[in-house]
């Protein structure tokens, strides 16, 4: 079973290292993009688990570990494979 | 116009930074867990562009700044968000 987390900083949260790429790509000639902003991916491999219980666990990891709630909101997809 | 873009480390490339995550989710008591790989995710927003143009405009901008093509590969999907 593979979780797939996508982590967003919040709206409202400053992006020092986004707006950094942004002007690289706007000095590399890139001038239509008006915002960037970076966030984590992370793929995390399950052993023999109910795909119930991975959600559960996974909401956990997030909560305590893999994300910080503060700042980050993270969203996540389970797949089989 | 919208671009959500995964980078991810090549598979058979070391991942450390997923490796020391492995063993702090172990030691909180997530022993199901058999892999965890980090990646970066950005979301990249456009100007009036043509949709055909954002996608190879998208991908220049992958090979140049935003991965490091030796050691990662990228996807991405453009949104008209």
Redesign the interface.
């Known amino acids: 079973m593979l979780a797939k987390i996508?982590?967003?900083l919040k709206k409202g949260v400053l992006d020092p290292q986004?707006k950094a790429?942004r002007h690289?790509?706007e000095s590399?000639g890139?001038k239509?993009?008006?915002?960037?902003?970076?966030?984590?991916?992370?793929?995390?491999?399950?052993?023999?688990?109910e795909r119930d219980k991975a959600d559960t666990?996974i909401r956990?990891?997030c909560e305590?570990?893999?994300t910080n709630p503060v700042i980050e909101d993270y969203q996540f997809e389970i797949s089989d494979e």
Do not use: N, Q
Not at 32 to 49: H, N, Q, T, W
């Open positions: 996508y982590v967003t986004g790429v690289s790509l590399l890139y239509e993009v008006r915002d960037i902003r970076l966030g984590k991916y992370m793929e995390v491999k399950f052993g023999d688990i666990r956990e990891m305590k570990l893999l």
